[in-house]
């Protein structure tokens, strides 16, 4: 752990290990007693953890399967990647007793509030993040949820007895509809369209996981539906490629008062006012001057760092996860962000 992340990196214990399919494993995860504050989180978030793997640690992001009002301890459900190194190493290694490093809990893909009906496309393990929001949204509000969840064969299906009691208890507004690629091949937009509820209502929001190509035939199934494209939200699950953990880039020298621009930032109920150098993002100006900001990938595809832009503008150097709606409402990425004005406003409201 280095300075930089020691107030966001915490050890965990592995309570239990949980065989949810041949191929997934569930870990369920205690923080120490007096870390337990910095582990709220908002269904749909994830954990960046350290895992020991064979020829050396990595970080990860696994999203919490947990449930924020209704579980203890926290949760993530792992699924074997073919050839993966961390996936691998936490399905034939994890055991109860054992810690691992993680990060406090991060991400922006969360249900949006509001009365308007749901709906979750996931594949595999892209029911992860989307099982912790589908039981935060029946226990936490009246809305109407359909589920579509693709997988290979039924026996990959990840959380099929929790789905079913979820069923049995809210089978007034919940709608599971199953997708086996043993049984009907590739789904297509036309065939999930079949899926979907007949007429979804102008404010229908969607939450798509899983891999690309499937999340682009969901889109496209919901475009046909009539799901407007800025209520269309999607989690990428990649693997991280940097050392999560790893200290940030110290800044190049001192940056005169005219190579810098200066930003007001609302971070965690405090509001700083920094001097923000051009050439470096903004993520690394907060904790090069020792501002607790939060973030995982640092390679603009997790999420972690998103921010509100209020005033000013920025570039940023690469976005592969906020949306055209995201953008439009300001959304921006910290740790992609590099000031193009002389004076600019970012809230962590994320
Ligand atoms: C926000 C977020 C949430 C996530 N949530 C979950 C979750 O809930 N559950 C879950 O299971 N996963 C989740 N993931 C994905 C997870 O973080 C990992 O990406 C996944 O477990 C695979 O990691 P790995 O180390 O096993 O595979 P990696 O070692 O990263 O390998 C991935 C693939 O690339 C190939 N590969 C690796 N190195 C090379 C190379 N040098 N050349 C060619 N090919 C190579 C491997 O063979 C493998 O097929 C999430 C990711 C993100 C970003
Ligand atoms: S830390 Fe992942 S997008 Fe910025």
Known sequence: MTASTASRSHELTVVEVIT???????????????????FTYQAGQF???????????????????????????????????????????????????????????????????????????????????????????????????????????????????????????????????HWLESESGLPTPAALRTLLPAAPGAETAAYLCGPAAFMDVAAAALHNAGVAREHVHREVFVSLATDAFAAPEPAAGNASAADSATATVEIDGDTHEISWPRGEV???????????????????????????????????RVNDTLDDYELGIGVRLACQSLPESDRLTAVFDR
């Open 47 to 177: 954990l960046t953890l350290r895992i020991p793997a064979t020829d050396g640690a990595v970080s990860r992001c696994y999203s919490l399967s947990s449930s924020p009002s209704a579980d203890e301890h926290l949760k993530v459900t792992v699924k074997r990647t073919s050839g993966g190194l961390a996936s691998n190493w936490l399905c034939d290694h994890a055991t109860a007793g054992m810690t691992l490093e993680s990060l406090t809990p991060a991400g922006a893909f969360t249900v949006r509030p509001a009365e308007s009906e749901l709906i979750f496309v996931a594949a595999g393990s892209g029911i992860t993040p989307v099982i912790s929001m589908i039981r935060a949204v029946l226990l936490q509000s009246g809305r109407r949820v359909t589920l579509v969840y693709a997988n290979r064969d039924r026996e990959s299906v990840i959380f099929a007895a929790e789905l079913t009691e979820l069923l049995a208890a809210h089978d007034d507004r919940l709608t599971v509809a």
């Open 20 to 38: 949810e399919t041949p191929d997934a494993v569930s870990l369920v995860l205690a923080a120490a007693h007096d870390a337990r504050e910095h």
């Open 282 to 316: 903004l993520l690394d100006a907060l904790l090069n001057q020792g501002i607790d900001a939060p973030y995982a990938c640092r390679e603009g595809n997790c999420g972690a760092c998103a921010y509100t832009l209020r005033q000013g503008e920025v570039s940023m």
